[in-house]
C-alpha cells in the first residue's frame, strides 16, 4: 500500500495492485454432493490477474503518445550476512523470472523494489527518461 500510495502522486501514473489466482476447484467428494448450479460454476475455475509470474504492482503512465504500463515486483528487503553485505541469492521464482522476461522483451519495463523509495526512484527516473 505505501508503495502504491508513492506512486499515485506521480503526475500521470496509476498503479493497482495485481492480484492473481484462481477461482476454487471441488474435491470429487463435493462434485458428487453438489447442486447442477455451484457443480457449474465451479466445475470450470476462473483465473484473475496477469497470471502466474506477474508482477504485484501494475501502473500505466499517461504519455503524449499513449498510456505506457510498467510492473514492481515487491520484495523484502535483503538479509545481511555477518560481513555486513546484503545476501545477492535470487528470490524470485522461475516463473516470475520468465514473466518479466517477456514483458521486458516486449518493451514493458518490470523492477524489483526492496523498498517505497527505490520503486518511486525507478518510475521517476523511468519517466524522466521518456521523450
Known amino acids: ?11 500521470g501514473v496509476h498503479a493497482t495492485r495485481n492480484n492473481t489466482g484462481k477461482t476454487p476447484v471441488p ?3 463435493c462434485r458428487k454432493r453438489m447442486c447442477k448450479r455451484c457443480l457449474a460454476r465451479l466445475i470450470r475455475p476462473i483465473t484473475y490477474g496477469l497470471g ?6 501494475v501502473g500505466i503512465y499517461t504519455h503524449r503518445v ?6 514492481i515486483e515487491v520484495k523484502r528487503p535483503r538479509p545481511r550476512l555477518r560481513d555486513g553485505s546484503e545476501s545477492q541469492a535470487e528470490d524470485r521464482s522461475e516463473l516470475q ?11 514493458m519495463p518490470v523492477w524489483t523494489c526492496r523498498s517505497v523509495e527505490e520503486a518511486e ?3 521517476r527516473a523511468w ?5
Open 127 to 131: 519517466v524522466a527518461r521518456l521523450p
Open 97 to 107: 523470472i520468465a514473466w518479466h522476461r517477456a514483458a521486458i522483451g516486449r518493451g
Open 52 to 57: 502466474d509470474g506477474g508482477p504485484d504492482i
Open 1 to 11: 500500500t505505501a508503495i502504491l500510495n508513492a506512486l499515485r502522486v506521480i503526475p
Open 121 to 123: 526512484v525507478k518510475v
Open 66 to 71: 499513449g498510456a505506457l504500463a510498467f510492473g
Open 27 to 29: 474435491c470429487e467428494e
